[in-house]
């Protein structure tokens, strides 16, 4: 009765490796890669979201706005979702039919929205929450686009009683 017991232990593994080789050819290790600019041809910053619509497949755009995605994908079409903040949200569709490489580029335009006001919150080690309602200052739109700064932050320096904001470079 051994002999019966391994020679099905035999067909369930031959059977099981069967159904792992036709997942396999099913869904192909696709790589999806791009380059992400903005509409005057300049590199896009580094938060733009890149997502294959329908998985829980995605990446980022490093500095240069270059995006790599690998996911295993059957034959078919998808669609990739470009997104950050400040740019429209993008849709760009593209077919796997056999290749295991793939190149899709973007071209995003910048989204402008009026902005009332910009509320910046922080609080040092030890503020109790009665304390925070002496250091609340409003700031109007206007008085951010005073001055010769494109920098929000730096925009901010000075202008609100005992803020003190700094930057890390690196």
Do not use: C, W
């Not at 997942?23 to 790589?31: E, H, M, P, Y």
């Not at 929450?129 to 250091?135: M, N, V």
């Not at 109007?140 to 925009?155: D, F, M, P, R, W």
Request: hydrophobic residues 35%; glycine residues 12%; without cysteine.
């Amino acid at each position: 009765m051994r002999h019966k017991t391994t020679k099905q232990q035999m067909q369930g593994l031959a059977l099981l490796l069967s159904g792992m080789l036709f997942s396999l050819i099913g869904f192909a290790q696709v790589t999806v890669s791009g380059k992400v600019t903005e509409a005057n041809a300049a590199t896009a910053p580094a938060a733009i979201s890149v997502i294959i619509r329908g998985t829980n497949y995605g990446a980022s755009t490093d500095a240069a706005g270059n995006y790599s995605i690998s996911a295993p994908l059957k034959s078919g079409s998808y669609t990739l979702i470009f997104s950050g903040v400040g740019y429209q949200r993008q849709e760009q569709n593209f077919v796997v039919s056999g290749g295991n490489a793939y190149t899709v580029d973007a071209q995003l335009t910048a989204q402008i929205s009026k902005l009332d006001e910009v509320i910046v919150t922080g609080t040092s080690l030890g503020t109790t929450r009665k304390q925070l309602g002496s250091y609340i200052s409003t700031l109007s739109g206007n008085e951010l686009t005073k001055g010769a700064t494109g920098n929000v932050l730096a925009s901010l320096q000075g202008k609100t009683a005992g803020a003190q904001i700094s930057q890390n470079s690196g």
